[in-house]
């Protein structure tokens, strides 16, 4: 809080925090001591969080039941199964959505509407929400909306808690096997389907490992601070653990021999982890 406080002046009108994981408690403390909106990203967690919690995972309350929270947003292309292109935000109050929201149609004309093929959707109230697509140019197509709000009514909550009960359950099996490679260990402990592994070696390189794991078709995110890769399960990965942790194994063995990777993002990944000036690589 004391890191945070000489960041908030009088024009403050919110702070954002995200939800990975969980946001931490301490941005929620700041926002309600100097009365600020909260708004958190729940891109990755927020169609997985809620389940796991109803599932008995250890999770902590991540819905507006938090005091402080004002605003979340979520992808549904990531976790709900819908095309790329959307967005979903929640409002606490229709107060605030009130102060966040636009309509394009409303700055038109009838002709002008008319010409540009304006389609206005409205749901009704509890809770209340408009959609607007404009075509030739304007917004997006209607169409991912439309696919995006199929893909929820046809995955339903049984069909997200099925599949957050897989994804969790990947999840552990590989942070749980990571345990028994020599050079290797869990960043911390693994709330959501995200999994980080770091070296516990100065002589295993983690990003030659990257690189290794990526020469067998894997696409592992590069972390810093400390230096890791993460695997990120989604629908499709619940049943590839054990190929995963065989290219691991095997991409692990292989580093015996220095020379074995050439080629590859190991170099830039460790040079940007040593910079002392952040602001230059941003």
Request: with cysteine; charged share 20%; net charge positive.
């Amino acid at each position: 809080m004391r890191q945070l406080a000489p960041d908030i002046i009088a024009m403050t009108a919110f702070m954002l925090g995200g939800m990975h994981n969980h946001f931490q408690p301490t941005v929620q403390q700041v926002t309600r001591k100097y009365k600020l909106l909260l708004h958190v990203d729940a891109c990755l967690g927020g169609f997985v969080l809620p389940f796991a919690r109803k599932l008995g995972y250890p999770i902590p309350p991540i819905d507006f039941s938090v005091k402080g929270l004002t605003s979340m947003s979520a992808d549904p292309h990531k976790f709900d199964m819908a095309h790329k292109g959307t967005s979903v935000v929640l409002y606490q109050s229709t107060a605030i959505r009130s102060c966040g929201s636009t309509s394009p149609a409303r700055s038109l004309s009838e002709s002008e509407a008319s010409s540009r093929k304006v389609y206005t959707t409205c749901q009704g109230e509890p809770p209340s929400c408009s959609l607007w697509t404009i075509k030739d140019g304007w917004s997006m197509l209607g169409g991912l909306i439309a696919t995006a709000w199929s893909s929820s009514v046809h995955m339903g909550e049984q069909g997200f808690m099925h599949i957050t009960h897989q994804l969790m359950q990947a999840a552990q099996h590989l942070a749980e096997a990571v345990k028994q490679i020599d050079g290797l260990e869990v960043v911390g402990k693994p709330d959501m389907c995200l999994v980080a592994i770091k070296s516990t070696s100065k002589k295993l390189n983690i990003y030659k490992v990257n690189d290794l794991m990526s020469q067998r078709g894997w696409h592992l995110n590069a972390l810093q601070f400390p230096s890791s890769v993460r695997m990120c399960f989604t629908a499709q990965h619940t049943e590839v653990v054990p190929e995963l942790l065989k290219d691991l194994r095997d991409s692990v063995r292989a580093l015996k021999d220095p020379n074995c990777v050439k080629d590859g993002k190991a170099p830039v990944y460790g040079m940007a982890n040593i910079i002392p000036d952040r602001s230059t690589i941003w």
